[in-house]
C-alpha cells in the first residue's frame, strides 16, 4: 500500500496572535473538530529551514558542534538555517548556509528529505539538502557571532552518526533524519535517483 501525507485544512472560527518574536510567533487558533466541537491550538508560527548534509569523497559528513540554549546541550548537527529572507530560493539558503557555518562549496546537490519537525506544535517544514563534490570556499571567511562563535567543525562517517544516533548519543533532528535518510538511500536506488535540488515542496504549501 502506498501511504502519503495529504493537505487538508479544518475550519477555524478564530485566530490571535498573542506573541511575536524576532524570526517567529506564537498563534492561537479555534478549530472545528470532526463532531462540531470547537478546540484551541496554540502553535509556532515559523519560517521554515533548510539543512545540508554535506558528504565528502571518503563518505564523511561535514559536522558542526554548538550550544543550543533551549535544551543546555552542546549538539553536534549539520549546517542549518532558517528560510528568513524573503523571496530567498531554500537551494541558495542551503548553499548560503555552507558558506557562512563550515566555507565549503558543493557541486552536486540533491534533495534529501522534507519533514515537519514537530507538526503538533510548530508549522516548521524543514528541508535536508545532500551536497557532494565539496571543495572549500572562495574569498574571505563568513565572520560569525553569538553561539557560532564557539563552533567546532569535524568529518564523521555515516556510520559512525547512525551509531552515535541509535546509541542515544546524537539528538539533532536534522542530523540523524538526514544520515538515516542518506544510508537508506545509498542501500535502495543510490544518491543519484534522489530528487532534484529544485523539487517541488509540498510540505510548505502556505505562508506562515
Known amino acids: 500500500m502506498a501511504i502519503k501525507d495529504t493537505p487538508e485544512e479544518w475550519q477555524v472560527t478564530a485566530t490571535a496572535t498573542p506573541f511575536r ?36 569523497d571518503e563518505g564523511r559528513v561535514l559536522v558542526l558542534r554548538q550550544y543550543r540554549h533551549p535544551v543546555r546541550h552542546k549538539l553536534w548537527e549539520i549546517p542549518a538555517g532558517l528560510l528568513d529572507v524573503p523571496g530567498e530560493n531554500p537551494l541558495h539558503a542551503a ?34 539538502f545532500l551536497a557532494r563534490d565539496l571543495s572549500e570556499a572562495e574569498g574571505e571567511r563568513f565572520e560569525v557571532s553569538e553561539e557560532e562563535a564557539d563552533m567546532e567543525l569535524a568529518r564523521v562517517s555515516l556510520d559512525e552518526l547512525i551509531r552515535g544516533a541509535l546509541a542515544g548519543d546524537l539528538h539533532n533532528n536534522c542530523l540523524v533524519v538526514g544520515a538515516l535518510a542518506a544510508t537508506a538511500a545509498l542501500a535502495g536506488d543510490g544518491l543519484d535517483a534522489l530528487r532534484p535540488a529544485e523539487a517541488p515542496w509540498p510540505a510548505r504549501p502556505f505562508d506562515a
Open 95 to 128: 548553499q548560503r548556509e555552507l558558506y557562512e557555518e563550515a566555507h565549503v562549496k558543493a557541486e552536486d546537490w540533491r534533495v534529501l528529505v522534507d519533514v515537519y519537525p514537530t507538526p503538533g506544535g510548530c508549522d516548521e517544514a524543514v528541508r535536508i
Open 21 to 56: 518574536g524576532n524570526k517567529t510567533s506564537v498563534r492561537t487558533d479555534d478549530v472545528v473538530m470532526p463532531d462540531g466541537r470547537v478546540a484551541r491550538r496554540d502553535y509556532q508560527v515559523h519560517p521554515g529551514s533548510v539543512a545540508v548534509l554535506a558528504l565528502d
